[in-house]
Structure formats: C-alpha cells, structure tokens
C-alpha cells in the first residue's frame, strides 16, 4: 500500500520560505509524477506542480514564479518551496503521487491516485 | 474562481440517484479526460473515477461518469448516508498546461 506523509512547518512568516516534503512508503518513486495540491480553509482544490522521477517539473503558471521543487529518489521523497509567502497562501497542503499519460484519442491526464493525509501551512506574523 | 464549473451542493435522499456536473471549455474537458475525487470531511481527497468513466480498484459501481463536449457528470446510485461528502472534477487543461480542478459540490443526504 503506497503511503505519503507531508512534514515542514505548521507556521510560516509572510514574505518568508513555506518548505514543505512529502515522504512516499510502499513502492518505487519511478515512473511517476509526484504533484502538490493545496486547498484553503473552505474552498477547492489548487494544483500546485508535478516534479517526476527524472526531474520534469510543470509548475501552476499563477504560482510559477514562486515555485521550486525537488525530489531525492535515494531517500524517496520530494519537496516543494514556496517563497514570499502571503496570507492568500494559508492552506491544507496536500502531496500526492500522480500518473501522466497522453493519447490521441483520450489527449492529456494527470491522475491523482494516492494522496497524504495533508498538512496544515498557516502564514501569519 | 474555478477554471472548471460545479454546482456548490447537491441533494438526494437514501437510494436515490443524483448527478453532479462539471463544466469546462474547448482546452480541458473538450479534448482531455475528467477525473472525479471524493472528500470526505476532514480527510483528504481520493480518487473516485479517472479517464470519465473508469473506477479503481475498490470503487463500487453505485459510481458513474460520464462526459459529452465541453461538460462532463458523476452519477451516484443507490444513494447512501456515507456519500455525504465533497466532490471535485479534475481534468488537464492545455491552455495553463496544468491539472484545473472544478470548485467542488457538496453532497447531502437528506
């Protein structure tokens, strides 16, 4: 059974660092692509980025110039920061491992199969 | 404000069937696949349907989906007190290049 586990801080300082990692248990991270999703307190979903085994990234393009994600296959785990941070970032952060494939007929999907329990990111002073 | 449309809530009592639809545009729904999650409250998202019509492992066939042009539906039958949840239709959009999730429809069971 895969697993992953979101772990970074529950508070962080706005125009600060948000860095969050996710640790993934229970399989090998090849051949995935390891995305970010967040949802603020009341609302939707937020796709944030994918990163994949060999390093791709796709990054949200509102988000984008905010973004930088890593993965450490050997430790299996990846992460994500998020700089300058506003309150508009205050968010349940989700990590979840992701499957990308494209066809002519059915054209592009990213499917989102396993997810972590999610972690609380609160950006206040 | 969400790129794909979903009605904010839906209702149906015990055994009855009700449909949730999302609706999007010529650059996501039109020409890519629709994916449904659940969430229940306070848990995190999981997959209820990929590729519009196509249910993991687990899922039961009580779960439905279906998509035509630019709108895709998840139909639930057999209505139960358990599917008292929120949920999300997903679908990649080739215009931002990224997964766009709908705004999400919260389910009663009456």
């Known amino acids: 059974q895969v697993q992953l586990q979101e772990s970074g801080p529950g508070l962080v300082k706005p125009s600060e660092t948000l860095s969050l990692t996710c640790t993934v248990s229970?399989?090998?991270?090849?051949?995935?692509?390891w995305s970010w999703i967040r949802q603020s307190p009341g609302k939707g979903l937020e796709w944030i980025a994918y990163i994949s085994n060999s390093g791709t990234t796709n990054y949200n393009p509102a988000l984008k110039s905010r973004l930088t994600t890593s993965i450490d296959m050997s430790k299996n785990r990846f992460s994500l920061k998020l700089t300058s941070v506003t309150a508009a970032d205050t968010a349940v952060y989700y990590c979840a491992r992701g499957s990308l494939s494209y066809s002519y007929l059915r054209g592009s999907q990213l499917t989102l199969d396993y997810w972590g329990q999610g972690t609380l990111v609160t950006v206040s002073a | 404000q969400s790129v794909l449309t979903q009605p904010p809530s839906a209702s149906g009592t015990p055994g009855q069937r009700v449909t949730i639809s999302c609706s999007g545009s010529?650059?996501?729904?039109?020409?890519?696949?629709v994916h449904w999650y659940r969430q229940l409250p306070g848990t995190a998202p999981k997959l209820l349907i990929y590729s519009n019509n196509q249910r993991p492992s687990g899922v039961p066939d009580r779960f439905s989906g279906s998509e035509s042009g630019t709108s895709a539906s998840l139909a639930i039958s057999g209505l139960q007190s358990e599917d008292e949840a929120d949920y999300y239709c997903?679908?990649?959009?080739?215009?931002?290049?990224?997964?766009?999730f709908g705004g999400g429809t919260k389910l009663t069971v009456l």
């Open positions: 229970g399989d090998s991270m090849s051949g995935y692509h």
């Open positions: 010529s650059s996501n729904i039109a020409v890519n696949t």
């Open positions: 997903a679908s990649w959009d080739d215009s931002l290049n990224g997964l766009v």
